[in-house]
């Protein structure tokens, strides 16, 4: 146990130098690697008699999160359903009126779907952060225009500042009874269906954009912690 213990430690302060090497010590979320591989390291020195008391519950911990981020992958890279009324491209980062990585990667996912089904209506959703000089809804829909598509199929939904209010004013856009597909990161899709579901949306599906390989057990692992929150404010 306490070799594994080690082990782990190791794994983790390892990837916390990977991610600030490849992204910068601001990387969102990159400190807890930095303090789970030290918490690691110090439950390793623990004696083994405590040790041997924890191993049960925290197996039984380690098995659930497994559990939840085989569900985040399986959903991620899951089909969307063809033929849509509409998809709902959530916004993210804006740097000036450009679009971050993350978010070029949602609508270029989008703008592939729209190709594919023509009759699909597209809401671009997202208000304007610090240091955005446009809202994240009008920086998707230039960008859409710019990759082919037609402005008469794009609706603005400019006030949201989280994936909860990105559905609920999109759906208040395109309404309940129609049918959509979320598109957003893989990572993040599980959740985003799940609140769609919960506000009402009657026919749903979510459509997974890909996101920096590097960076990927960082995004999963903060989408379990996101998701442990929204269940608990749900509750």
Request: charged share 20%; with cysteine; aromatic share 10%.
């Amino acid at each position: 146990m306490k070799r594994l213990l080690q082990a782990a430690g190791l794994i983790h302060l390892l990837y916390y130098i990977l991610i600030i090497s490849y992204a910068g010590v601001r990387t969102t979320f990159a400190k807890f690697w930095l303090v789970a591989g030290a918490g690691l390291t110090a439950l390793s020195f623990l004696p083994k008699a405590l040790l041997d008391i924890l191993k049960f519950p925290m197996c039984v911990a380690a098995g659930g999160c497994i559990w939840q981020e085989i569900r985040f992958i399986r959903m991620a890279h899951a089909k969307p359903a063809s033929g849509a009324d509409y998809v709902i491209i959530l916004g993210a980062q804006v740097k000036g009126t450009r679009p971050s990585r993350s978010l070029l990667r949602r609508i270029e996912a989008g703008a592939e779907y729209l190709k594919q089904n023509p009759r699909t209506k597209v809401i671009a959703s997202g208000g304007q952060g610090a240091n955005e000089e446009v809202t994240e809804a009008e920086c998707i829909r230039q960008t859409l225009i710019q990759m082919g598509i037609d402005e008469s199929r794009i609706f603005l939904e400019p006030e949201s500042v989280s994936t909860w209010e990105n559905l609920a004013y999109s759906m208040a856009i395109g309404g309940k009874d129609s049918s959509y597909v979320i598109v957003t990161n893989g990572f993040h899709i599980y959740r985003a269906v799940k609140t769609a579901e919960a506000l009402g949306m009657k026919e749903v599906s979510g459509l997974g954009a890909s996101s920096e390989p590097i960076l990927l057990p960082n995004y999963y692992v903060r989408e379990l912690f996101a998701w442990m929150l929204y269940r608990r404010r749900m509750k």
